[in-house]
């Protein structure tokens, strides 16, 4: 007899409120509480706390919930000090106090360490900058509303496309945010708000940039407004159309110098969003690289160089390798610029194998890396060939560090000093550094 497909019955979603109490905090910073023994993540939760939650997804092996009332509060549970947090989809940490903050990244760190590199970690101390108006860059999402004809300026709220509207963001840069009521004001008078794509600001040290992205070109009016508010506020300011390179419309070009050198970049380079944090997180490179005069050392990931540069004034010579063309460019510039002769920087596929290349033939004393969070497969398996007799990994995500680690350990290296970086205050998003020996 044949046999036809029948699916499965699903259970209806149970979205009656119903309590929980919070065990511990995942390493993106939900609640975790369970419910005939699946663990469900409630976003908001902390360890301790009873909660009241209405479950907004449901499988096989794990649940969702969101938090409705908080029926027994943590001690270490703290007022969010922005007004905007229960929305905004930018922090996530607010709600825990700074110091427990820390912590709980060190334990994440420790736990994805353990868990996939096998090793246990003595963590260093904790290298931490301001908690508030720490930020030297932020992108804001413009919209406008087809239906109402309201217009939006923000960031995007929790797991949505929607909009929350900023007029001030306690952990922006101050004189970022001194920019936002008269920049809002401006743009919603535009004629075409629907043709605006984001505002991205960004704090130099001798300027402040503003670059907006729009889909077709400003109307005449519009881009003589701008330009008007970029010249009264001395901003350097930026306007790209679609995906057109910016164009520079006035104002000088930005550079920062945290790191003893000076380092001018565009609004669509990366740098470090923390300034005072990247100071200290170069400064401690350099001490557990130990570079000597007689030295090679290789820069992986380099971007404008901002460890390629000071590593220069140490070494014999410093070869910066990044994948992007544009940065490389810069980057040779930037050497230029602040009288560096003992620096190469080259483009390559990090990839691929490096051991063929010329620029590595004479191998390496020692090396530092600092991928996306993506990072370093490609090349993570070479670094024993190339002689290196010390590694920095520095790491925007411990997950892939911890499985990098794996890697190291095998070429015979050991895990001499962890330590975690607080580059985002009130996320759960945490930057590491790690020395590995040979």
Known sequence: MARFYQPKKKN????????????????????????????????GGLPGEEVLIQLTESKSKYARANLIKILSA???????????????????????????QQEYKQQSLRQLVKKFAGEEAELEPVISGPEKAYRRRARF????????????????????????DIDR?????????????????????????????HVELVAGDNTRVVLLRALKPLAEPDEQAILEFARKNNV?????????????????????????????????NFIQVNRSVNQQMVVQALEWLEVEADERV??????????????????ERVVGVEGVDDMVIRAKANAELNKLDNTEFVQANLEQA???????????????????????AGVIEQLSALGAKRVVYVSCNPATLARDSQSLLQQGYTLEKLGMLDMFPHTSHLESMALFVR
């Open 236 to 268: 350097t300011l930026y306007l790209q159309v679609a995906d057109k390179a910016p164009l520079q419309v006035c104002g000088e070009e930005a550079y920062y110098s945290e790191i003893g050198m000076t380092i001018p970049f565009l609004p669509t």
């Open 298 to 315: 290789l820069d992986l990931f380099c971007g404008l160089g901002n460890f390629s540069l000071p590593l220069a004034k140490l070494a």
């Open 74 to 100: 943590s001690p270490q549970r703290t007022e969010p000090f922005c007004p905007h947090y229960n929305q905004c989809g930018g922090c996530n940490m607010q709600h825990l106090n700074d110091d427990n």
């Open 354 to 376: 490096l051991t063929d290349k010329k620029w590595a033939s004479a191998q390496f004393d020692k090396v530092l890396l600092d991928p996306a969070r993506a990072g370093a």
């Open 141 to 164: 999402s413009l919209m406008k509303n087809r239906k109402t004809g309201e217009f939006s300026f923000g960031f995007r709220k929790k797991q949505s496309k929607q909009i929350v």
């Open 12 to 43: 209806p979603l149970v979205t009656k409120h119903q309590p929980i109490m919070i065990e511990k905090l995942d390493h993106h910073g939900a609640g975790i509480g369970y419910l005939n023994r699946k663990p469900v993540f409630v976003e």
């Open 169 to 197: 963001c306690p952990v922006l840069a101050t004189e970022l945010n001194e920019l936002l009521p008269e920049l809002r004001e401006l743009l919603s008078g535009f004629r075409q708000q629907d043709q605006l794509g």
